[in-house]
């Protein structure tokens, strides 16, 4: 059977949840039509969706990019998430034994990636359990924009360099889940939004620097040692004098 662009987007976005594609990474046509033997055509329809929520970039001389996001765009990410994740929790009310189980066998799965070697897989479920959640409370459309936030963070993290621990995250998404059970809304809707601000935090951004820093910096005078009386001598009488040069030097 065909694959069909939507097969092949969301391979697309499950490779970047896994942070298997980095920011930047180029997609040719030609050779995922190659790798996934449909046409091109198929393939450009997947990319074009993607651009769409925001996974790739396309450039008409250079061809489809995994984008890379910016400060404010990785900023807007994450203020993005906040008011999704904690409006869903807020909103969605008690939870039910069925969703309950499901998200339980979600963070089984998370414990257990932490003590295999594949990171790929660990870093895929530690995102997907945003997704897991939204689905459990009934809203499988916020479910499909929270996937597609969880892979632009998870680019943001990988761009930027994220020191968060796998493990605390882990530990982060059992206290919410564990609030969820004990009917805790508003403790798992502020358990939530202190997760993705240490999430954020994490991130090694460079603040804002001054564009002329290092323009001043060399031009600044230099400082050397005082010149000795025969020295400043030389410096009155002749300015332009290979002495004045070193004294400079």
């Known amino acids: 059977m065909a694959i069909s662009a939507p097969e092949i987007s969301a391979r697309i976005v499950e490779a970047v949840m896994a942070q298997k594609l980095a920011p930047g990474s180029r997609l040719g046509e030609q ?16 990319l074009t969706r993607l651009a769409a929520r925001g996974i790739v970039t396309v450039s008409a001389r250079r061809g489809w990019f995994v984008i890379e996001p ?26 039910d034994k069925e969703a309950l189980r499901a998200l339980k066998a979600h963070l089984k799965r998370e414990k257990a990636a932490l003590k295999d070697s594949d990171i790929g897989n660990r870093s895929y479920l530690l995102g997907d359990f945003h997704v897991c959640l939204a689905e459990c409370l009934g809203n499988s459309l916020l479910a499909d924009t929270l996937r597609d936030f969880t892979a632009r963070t998870t680019l943001i993290a990988m761009l930027y360099q994220s020191s968060h621990d796998a493990a ?3 530990e982060d998404h059992v206290r ?8 805790d ?27 002329l820093a290092q323009l001043r910096d060399a031009l600044a005078p230099l400082r ?7 020295t400043k001598a030389q410096l009155l009488r002749d300015p332009d004098s290979s002495t004045y040069l070193g004294a400079l030097l």
């Open 31 to 46: 050779q995922l039509a190659m790798l996934f033997d449909c046409s091109r055509t198929i393939v450009r329809e997947a």
């Open 70 to 95: 910016s400060q404010a765009e990785a900023r807007e990410a994450f203020e993005a998430r906040r008011v999704i994740e904690s409006g869903l929790i807020r909103s969605a009310g008690p939870i």
């Open 168 to 170: 605390q995250s882990c």
């Open 176 to 183: 919410i889940v564990a609030a969820l059970e004990r009917g």
């Open 185 to 211: 809304t508003a403790g798992a809707e502020a358990l939530m939004t202190e997760h993705i601000g240490t999430v954020q935090s994490a991130l090694r951004v460079q603040h804002p620097t001054d564009p």
């Open 224 to 230: 050397h040692a005082p010149a000795d009386d025969r």
